[in-house]
Antibody
Framework: QVQLQESGPGLVKPSETLSLTCTVSGDSISNFFWTWIRQPPGKGLEWIGHIYHSGGATHNPSLRGRVDMSVDKSKSQFSLKLRSVTAADTAVYYC?????????WGLGILVSVSS | DILMTQSPLSLPVTPGEPASISCTSSQSLLHSNGHNFLVWYLHKPGQSPQLLIY???NRAAGVPDRFSASGSGTDFTLKINRVEAEDLGVYFCMQSLQTPYTFGQGTKLEI
């Protein structure tokens, strides 16, 4: 059974960079796309983007180029960086595996943007 | 972006009774390969969302057969034959046809 675990700071200051890591266990990271999704409080889910194990990535244009994603195969981890955050970036962030659709999700991590 | 609309947003149910959730997309999710790129998930409190249905009507591994899904193009339905207490949570649909992938608002199934 594939398991994913998000980790990172729960609080980020406005204008700074949100950084999260997802650790994958139960399967090799050297397959599939690896995905980030978020859900602001009281709002719907938003697909942030995904990255292939070899590094090719696609992200949601709504984030206006603030997103960077990377994969570290040696650690079975993939990461998200979201630059220049504002309060609107406060959300539960999920990492997930993409196999044509999302088949496994992490539990999610709440990240608040506040000074 | 493809807009996904679910109804109802809240669904009171009685254990043992059937339940049905609708998901509508603003564009057809039917690919030229004949598959509908529509997925259903259940998010139980305190757990990760779990995959129920993929490609419109295919149950994921381990999903009980009381769950079924149908539809094509822009209109889709998830049905629970007889609701059990463990089925409570938020159900949501997602289109996986084109980026940015988009989600329905979620339907809260509750007693």
């Amino acid at each position: 059974q594939v398991q994913l675990q998000e980790s990172g700071p729960g609080l980020v200051k406005p204008s700074e960079t949100l950084s999260l890591t997802c650790t994958v266990s139960g399967d090799s990271i050297s397959n599939f796309f690896w995905t980030w999704i978020r859900q602001p409080p009281g709002k719907g889910l938003e697909w942030i983007g995904h990255i292939y194990h070899s590094g090719g990535a696609t992200h949601n244009p709504s984030l206006r180029g603030r997103v960077d994603m990377s994969v570290d195969k040696s650690k079975s981890q993939f990461s998200l960086k979201l630059r220049s955050v504002t309060a609107a970036d406060t959300a539960v962030y999920y990492c997930a595996r993409w196999a044509g659709w999302i088949d496994f999700w992490g539990l999610g991590i709440l990240v608040s943007v506040s000074s | 972006d493809i807009l996904m609309t679910q109804s109802p947003l809240s669904l009171p149910v009685t254990p043992g009774e059937p339940a049905s959730i609708s998901c509508t997309s603003s564009q057809s999710l039917l690919h030229s390969n004949g598959h509908n790129f529509l997925v259903w998930y259940l998010h139980k409190p305190g757990q990760s969302p779990q995959l129920l249905i993929y490609l419109g009507s295919n149950r994921a591994a381990g999903v009980p057969d009381r769950f079924s899904a149908s539809g094509s193009g822009t209109d889709f339905t998830l049905k629970i034959n007889r609701v059990e207490a463990e089925d409570l949570g938020v159900y949501f649909c997602m289109q996986s046809l084109q980026t940015p992938y988009t989600f329905g608002q979620g339907t809260k199934l509750e007693i």
